[in-house]
């Protein structure tokens, strides 16, 4: 298994245990209404803000990690493969997180409260790091 | 001579430059001018996206007309160039709309009007299609 296929399952892991801890956590502010909108503007805010940061500093932690166990493979540019998987990954991605903007444009429109809007946002960017991950792990075990 | 799928990515460049152009035109000297809970700007929006539905299929049509030769000699529509190009520029347009989502989820984040984060979607998804017609129509001239 080579450095970007381990990094990959790596920012899945990651990005997959973050925010469904996130989503998971505030499902009932997010779909119950059980708190105000300012209210839940500013629980969701705090999260929001500190995943962010939990995500950045353990995958930082993460590749270090990797990049010790094995630094032969964590030199190695990224060769034809991963640059095609890549890509691969990025364009499903992008269409996924397009799904989510056009559904936060209609939220906006529609003047649902800021929090909603802002999770939808929140929601797309995760999804479209969860579908390139996964269009990724494919892409290295099956091929592109 | 230029294949059909780089005739199309011609119609849809033509269809996003229509849609963001009358779409600015409209929303920003009232932005200037007028508070923002007067600005104008969702039916607007819908406008735009209607101009770049029917340029697209419009465009793609008349392309269709003028390539029947050419489709009916070649026996395909798309070719190994095309995925390439395909991949390449919906990846970078993939990037660009993750930028423009983050800065919407930013702007939200700080609680200013969701107007804000409504149109930094909807130019930067205008935007990000645009990148990535520009990447395409740079892999088919090969420049990348």
Redesign the interface.
């Known amino acids: 298994m080579s450095f970007h296929e381990k990094s990959n399952i790596a920012m899945l892991v990651l990005t997959g245990g973050v925010y469904a801890w996130y989503f998971a956590s505030t499902a009932n502010v997010l779909l119950g209404g059980s708190v105000s909108p300012e209210e839940a ?1 500013e629980l969701t ?1 705090t999260k ?2 500190v995943t962010v940061g939990a995500v950045i500093i353990a995958s930082i932690v993460a590749h270090i990690a990797l990049a010790i166990a094995s630094p032969s493979e964590a030199e190695e540019a990224a060769d034809e493969r991963d640059r ?1 998987v ?3 990954g ?2 499903r ?3 996924v ?2 799904l ?3 559904a ?2 209609a939220s ?2 529609t ?2 409260p ?1 929090y909603l ?2 999770n939808l ?2 929601a ?2 995760v999804a ?1 790091e969860l579908v390139k991950g996964v269009t990724k792990l494919i892409g290295y075990r099956r091929g592109v | 001579m230029p294949g059909f799928l780089e005739k199309m990515n011609r119609s849809a460049a033509i269809g996003t430059i229509l849609a963001l152009g009358w779409y600015l035109i409209r929303v920003v000297p009232q932005v200037v001018t007028h508070p923002l809970d007067e600005v104008s700007w969702k039916a607007e929006m819908v406008i735009a996206v209607v101009i770049f539905v029917v340029t697209l299929i419009a465009d793609s049509i008349r392309a269709a007309i003028a390539s029947q030769g050419q489709l009916d000699e070649a026996d395909v529509v798309d070719d190994e160039r095309d995925h390439a190009a395909e991949r390449r520029g919906d990846a970078w347009g993939g990037h660009a709309m993750h930028a423009a989502a983050f800065i919407a989820l930013m702007l939200l984040v700080f609680e200013l009007d969701p107007f804000w984060a409504a149109n930094t979607l909807f130019v930067g998804a205008m935007l990000a299609g645009l990148t990535s017609i520009l990447v395409k129509f740079l892999t088919y001239r090969g420049s990348i």
Request: charged fraction near 10%; proline fraction near 0%; glycine fraction near 10%.
């Open positions: 503007l805010n929001m803000l095609l890549e890509m691969r990025d364009q991605g992008g269409f997180l397009a989510f903007a056009l936060a444009m906006a429109m003047a649902q800021y809007i802002a946002v929140l797309g960017l479209s």
